[in-house]
């Protein structure tokens, strides 16, 4: 669009009030630009679900992007036409997962890795809001699924003995629900992680300029 068509379209929007227009391709580069240096970690985000009811779990990982896309589009509202949001659509990001459980040891909490899993987001979706005169992504839906399980304490005799003695006393049916709710939790759990990745998307704040 011509910067004339431009300011033409703005002012048949706005009417009699002030306007701003800002460029799609303005800010689909600097929402590439942040996916690009976008730290490759997450730590310690914790489950919103206990295990047994006493071990607080988290989760640590690395964010693959090596073939991760972006795409930009406008999502209209169905029942009314002149309604639509900016959204960006995040596709085939991986995330190498660990699995934690906290214990006490000597008044000192303390994580243990018990599980390693793979996830895979075929698409992470956002939308673009103008919040308190800044540009803010927030999550608006994703897709996940887990590609991958190692279990530990299958591979590590010391931390599957650990567990095994007191006071956490694990037995064959401990490490079977364990199993379970790693497996459970990791895939109700992605929604989080996605929400979080979303999260350190940061805009720069583009408005400054008129600020008074």
Not at 15 to 24: V, W
Not at 130 to 154: A, D, P, V, Y
Request: with cysteine; aromatic share 12%; glycine share 4%.
């Amino acid at each position: 669009m011509k910067v004339s068509e431009a300011h033409l379209a703005l002012s048949s929007f706005s009417n009699q009030n002030a306007g701003i227009g800002i460029s799609i391709d303005l800010i689909k580069r600097l929402i590439f630009d942040q996916l690009k240096r976008l730290a490759s970690r997450f730590e310690s985000l914790e489950s919103n679900q206990t295990f047994k009811n006493s071990y607080n779990v988290f989760f640590s990982g690395d964010f693959d992007t090596s073939n991760l896309t972006f795409n930009f589009v406008n999502v209209v509202n169905p029942i009314n036409a002149n309604e639509f949001f900016p959204q960006i659509e995040i596709k085939n990001l991986k995330l190498n997962i660990k699995g934690e459980l906290e214990v006490d040891e000597s008044g000192n909490k303390i994580k243990k890795t018990l599980a390693l899993i793979s996830v895979d987001y075929p698409v992470i979706a956002g939308i673009i809001q103008l919040i308190e005169k800044k540009l803010k992504i927030t999550l608006f839906n994703e897709r996940h699924f887990e590609s991958g399980f190692i279990k530990q304490w299958e591979i590590d005799q010391t931390l599957k003995t650990y567990f095994e003695l007191p006071p956490h006393n694990f037995l064959d049916t401990d490490w079977q629900q364990l199993e379970v709710y790693f497996k459970a939790t990791s895939l109700f759990s992605g929604r989080d992680i996605a929400d979080a990745f979303i999260d350190s998307l940061n805009l720069p704040d583009i408005f400054k300029i008129w600020h008074c």
